[in-house]
């Protein structure tokens, strides 16, 4: 199995930063890309950035594009999302999510994020 546990979520004024971490174990070896959804309210899970595993593949949503950044640690298996210049639109839950060849989409328990003043 491949499992999935998330950090860094809270509450940050407009204009702010967080970064997130996702730490995965498990079936490492059948990992071959990791991502960050999120869900706002009344909303739809929405892809919000993926990363190969190897990590020489990125893309992003045209809503966070220039102000999000997915990277990752192969030392650690960890995926982080750094997350600056956030507005009140980008509150929602952020899940992890890795897609494993063995095991299929695997998903985090996901974490608040509020934007607010």
């Known amino acids: 199995q491949v499992q999935l546990v998330e950090s860094g979520g809270g509450l940050v004024q407009p204009g702010g930063s967080l970064r997130l971490s996702c730490a995965a174990s498990?079936?490492?070896?059948?990992?071959?890309?990791m991502g960050w959804y999120r869900q706002g309210p009344g909303n739809q899970r929405e892809l919000v950035a993926a990363?190969?595993?190897?990590?020489?593949?990125?893309n992003y949503a045209d809503s966070v594009k220039g102000r999000f950044t997915i990277s990752r640690d192969s030392t650690k298996n960890t995926v982080y999302l750094q997350m600056n210049s956030l507005k009140p639109e980008d509150t929602a839950v952020y899940y992890c999510?890795?897609?494993?060849?063995?095991?299929?989409?695997?998903w985090g328990q996901g974490t608040q994020v509020t934007v607010s003043s």
């Open positions: 999510n890795a897609a494993s060849s063995r095991y299929g989409s695997r």
């Open positions: 498990g079936s490492i070896f059948s990992i071959y890309a």
């Open positions: 990363i190969s595993w190897s990590g020489d593949s990125t």
